[in-house]
Every structure is written in C-alpha cells, then in structure tokens.
C-alpha cells in the first residue's frame, strides 16, 4: 500500500527545463509527464530561468542546456553558485563528452548538486534513474546552509578552529588592461556541522574581541599560501590576498610567520598580499607601522582594503609602506553618480599611479562600474561581474576556463 506514497512523491517534485530550443522544450516536457513529473515549467533563456528562482516558483531540480545564445549553461551555472542554489541539476547538451564532462566536473567544483549529464536526444531510460537518485537523496534533509540561530559564542569559535571548520573561498581580481586574471583574495567562511556556511561578518568581530583573531588569521594564511602554491603548480603563478584584523598587527613576530608561511610552500613573498581595512588602519599607526616596513622590507605586498570609507586622506595613507590602493564597492558603485565623490576618487587614482600603487576596485558588479572604473584609471577589478567568492577546489577549473569563450 505504499504506492500512492510514492507516485504523489515523483509528483511533487518540480522540474525546470531550461534550453532555447522550443522543440526540446516540448519534448522533455512529455518525457517528464511520461515518467510521472508533472510539475514542470520550461524557460527559453537564462535571465528568466535565474528570475524564477527568486520567486516562490523554485525548482527542486533543473535539467540545463548547455549551449545557449545569450547567457549559456556555464554562465548559468555560475550564477546558481552565487545563489547558493540548493536543488539537484541535470546537465543536457548535443556537444560531444568531453564538453560535457568538464561542465560537470565545473559544477561540482562549485559545489552545486550536479547529478549528472546526459546527451542529446535525450533518452528517457537514461532521465529516469537519475532523477530518482535526487529523489532519493532529498527523502533526508540536506545541511542547510543559513546563519546560525543560536547566537555565536567564542567557546563555538574555539572549537571550530580546532576542527578545521574555517576554509577560504577565493574571489579572482582581473588585470583590465590584459584581462589576465591578476589574483585570488581570501574570505573566510565557518562550515559549520549544523548551521551550514557561516559569513565572516557573523564571526570576525567576536573573534577579533575575545583574541581568538591570530589563531584565525593564521589558519587562513596558512590556507592560502597552500592554495596559492597549487595554482603555481597548476600552471597559474598568480597572487593570492589575505585580510587581516588590526589586532593582527600587534604581534610583533607576524612577518617572520607570514614569510615563513610562504617560504615552506615555495610561494614567491611579492604574489602574497596582505589587506588592511583604511578605517581601522588610522586607529593608531604607531604600533603596528613597525610590522608593516618589515614586511615590506620582506617583499610581502600590503593593499588599503576599503578605501573611502574612512577619514583619511591619501596624504596620511602614503606615509605608510603600501603597494596596492583597494577602491571600496560604495565608491565604485555610486561614484557615477555623484560629482564630488567622482572627482576625489580620480584624484586619488592619480596620486595613488604616481607614487606606483595598483589600484584595484572592488564591488565591480555590471558592465558600467567596469567601464568606469577603466576610464578612471584602475589597474584591476574585482566583484560579481567576474565571479562570486568561490570554494577553493572551484579556482582550478575557474582559471582553465577564464577568457577561453
Ligand atoms: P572585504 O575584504 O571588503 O571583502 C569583499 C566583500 O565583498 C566580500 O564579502 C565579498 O563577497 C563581497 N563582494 C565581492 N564582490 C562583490 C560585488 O560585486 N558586490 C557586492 N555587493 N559584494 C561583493 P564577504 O566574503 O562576506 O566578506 C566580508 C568582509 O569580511 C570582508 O570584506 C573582510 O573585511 C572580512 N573578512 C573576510 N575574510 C576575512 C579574514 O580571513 N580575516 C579577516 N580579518 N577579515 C575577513
Ligand atoms: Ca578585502
Ligand atoms: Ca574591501
């Protein structure tokens, strides 16, 4: 009697067919309907596909083209990234294996539950078993990823270190000149056992108050510097960038660690860079100034995070050792508009290129912030026109398939 069970189960589940051929559309709806999916709803493009998913509409699956004229699968895969989508996917496409295999293995780099290719026509004795895998799989809830709901506590922290819970996602800065990826920053997360992936604005200040930052700042430079060797290796001697908390800069042994960090994964000290936030740094500068010229005079790279957001002056800021000016998102974002905010920023760009610092503006997110952050003289860019924050095991196949469409 566990029948009606289970055919209102294949029921429910609801099934996003995404590809711009109205035929295959049509077909896949009837081979779904066969097969006992009748929620299905099919979309022609990516944009309307990705504005479904905001709505109550959402798919607990989606078989996806891969080769479509506007945004094509692959871009589509990276945005589901960027939304943390949850639900199962099942690549399509008519290209040979090979192709299709390398989006797979892309997908599962990016985390997304991808259960499978499958060539065209699609057949369906080989759709069957693989949406039954999902339906299986989601019988048992999957981790959730939110914030937590118990408040967080620095005994959480603690533990989490111990554990190895912390892990960098790495987000790429690109050369807009060359259009070269010019490096990875780190951000840290907390994949946490039962609350899922915990943003770092949840943690750092609890961290930073209760000391627990050093052993942090440790862990993610130490990851990093280990991430960035296994680029080289890969073939992408690129930078990689760290934040740090200005109680960071009161341990007075931090460049010897930081140099001897990159030193043992045979990471060359000028593709490490260290980012300080602007408005923490004028806090106090006496302290921490001492720690900065020995890095500095370690060849270890040191970027103004945020920059815009605080009081200073670039006058004050240039009296310290820094290599690279990083333009906050708030500035790039709204400096199109506003008249004044536009005319310091290209001053400081100014100044900044004549005193030899790389600019860099984060936040870059349509193809106007990059067009004018370009005009105005910025060396890179950074944000979510290039690509979100992503897992560290997503940065090799990220970097294969940069620039190659
Ligand atoms: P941040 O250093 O300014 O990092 C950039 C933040 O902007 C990141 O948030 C990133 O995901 C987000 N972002 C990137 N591109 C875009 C875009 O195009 N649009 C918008 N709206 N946002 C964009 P995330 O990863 O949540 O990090 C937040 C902050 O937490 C960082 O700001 C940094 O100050 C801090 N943080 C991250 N990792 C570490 C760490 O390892 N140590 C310390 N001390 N702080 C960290
Ligand atoms: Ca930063
Ligand atoms: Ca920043």
């Not at 991430?227 to 760290?242: R, S």
Request: proline share 6%; glycine share 4%; aromatic share 6%.
């Amino acid at each position: 009697m566990t029948q009606p069970h289970k055919i209102e189960q294949v029921n429910s589940m609801k099934i996003m067919v995404l590809d711009d051929e109205p035929f295959m559309l049509s077909l896949c709806q009837r081979i779904l309907s066969n097969l006992g999916y009748h929620h299905v709803t099919t979309q022609d493009n990516g944009a309307s596909a990705l504005a479904q998913l905001h709505t109550a509409d959402h798919p607990d699956m989606i078989l996806l083209d891969l080769n479509m004229p506007e945004m094509d699968g692959i871009e589509f895969l990276r945005q589901l990234q960027h939304l943390e989508y949850q639900g199962g996917i099942l690549l399509v496409s008519g290209e040979n294996r090979q192709i299709l295999t390398t989006a797979y293995n892309l997908a599962r780099a990016y985390s997304l539950h991808v259960l499978g290719h499958l060539q065209k026509p699609l057949q369906p004795a080989a759709l069957a078993p693989l949406l039954a895998t999902w339906r299986a799989r989601t019988a048992t809830p999957a981790p959730v990823l939110t914030s937590p709901t118990t408040p967080i506590t620095p005994q959480a922290i603690e533990q989490g270190l111990q554990a190895g819970e912390f892990v960098n996602f790495y987000q790429p800065q690109i050369h807009i000149a060359a259009r070269q990826v010019a490096g990875m920053e780190a951000l840290v997360r907390w994949q946490h056992p039962q609350w899922g992936r915990v943003p770092p604005d949840a943690f750092i200040h609890i961290a930073e108050q209760h000391h627990l930052i050093q052993h942090l700042t440790e862990q993610v430079i130490e990851n990093a510097a280990r991430d960035a060797a296994l680029w080289q290796t890969a073939g992408f001697p690129i930078k990689v960038a760290v934040n740090l908390s200005m109680a960071d800069l009161s341990q007075v042994e931090l460049p010897e660690r930081v140099i001897q960090t990159v030193n043992q994964q045979g990471v060359p000290p000028e593709h490490f860079t260290l980012e300080i936030t602007e408005s923490r740094l004028m806090e106090d500068v006496r302290t921490p100034l001492d720690i900065l010229i020995r890095m500095r005079l370690k060849r270890i790279r040191l970027s103004i995070d945020d920059f815009g957001t605080g009081f200073s002056n670039l006058a004050q800021l240039m009296n310290l050792p820094f290599t690279e000016l990083k333009i906050d998102r708030k500035f790039v974002q709204g400096a199109a508009e506003d008249d004044a905010a536009r005319a310091i920023l290209e001053s400081s760009v100014q100044l900044a290129k004549r005193l030899n610092m790389t600019i860099v503006a984060e936040g870059v997110e349509t193809q106007a912030d990059w067009d004018r952050i370009a005009a105005i003289g910025c060396d890179s860019a950074q944000g979510y026109l290039i690509s979100p924050p992503m897992p560290a095991s997503a940065v090799i196949p990220w970097l294969q398939t940069w620039g190659k469409d």
